[in-house]
């Protein structure tokens, strides 16, 4: 069975269509996941007890801007909560359970853990401040994580791996960690 042209160009049109419909479909999906408008959420209980009975009501709120504010200056400026400390070094299997790197790499200008340059600002409206720091190396180095700490340094507030994995670093070869911590708490 032979198609002629005119059913060949029907059928290449209905295609293009097709596939522009559907790369449009996906990527308003794709940004609709990325930004996605604040909502309240049930984390408020209420019971009601009155003479006729109680009442359990659970409801959403929303964190106001000012509670984001001031949520985004205590991590970046009270010095004993703060968290402002970097590290690089290693961890294996890292998950939401760890609370060190196994191996950090000690900072011939600060010991083992860097105090970053803080850079506040507001992140698409919500607050958020850049913690950043460039390494550079004075030996050969292998390394596949990056840590920011409390200001005390006993435990990490957040971690990385390296999404290349380990990673080797020679004589005057550099490394800039830049942790963005936004709240957004809606």
């Avoid at 290449?12 to 449009?24: E, G």
């Avoid at 698409?124 to 596949?144: I, M, P, R």
């Amino acid at each position: 069975m032979e198609i002629s042209k005119k059913q060949l160009l029907l059928v290449l049109a209905v295609t293009v269509l097709c596939t522009a419909s559907l790369t449009y479909a996906m990527r308003t999906m794709l940004v609709m996941q990325v930004h996605q408008e604040s909502r309240p959420r049930v984390n408020l209980y209420l019971i009601f007890e009155r003479a006729d009975g109680t009442s359990y009501l659970d409801v959403g709120n929303i964190i106001v801007d000012k509670g984001e504010l001031l949520t985004r200056n205590s991590f970046s400026r009270i010095v004993s909560i703060n968290a402002t400390k970097l590290a690089v070094g290693n961890i294996t299997g890292l998950d939401q359970t760890d609370t060190v790197l196994t191996d950090v790499y000690a900072d011939p200008t600060d010991g083992s853990y860097v105090e970053g340059t803080i850079v506040e600002w507001a992140n698409a409206g919500d607050y958020a401040y850049n913690c950043t720091w460039k390494w550079t190396f004075e030996e050969t180095v292998t390394l596949d994580a990056a840590a920011a700490y409390f200001g005390n340094t006993t435990f990490a507030y957040s971690m990385a791996n390296f999404p290349t994995g380990q990673e080797t670093f020679n004589n005057n070869e550099n490394l800039t960690v830049r942790y963005v911590h936004t709240y957004n708490a809606n």
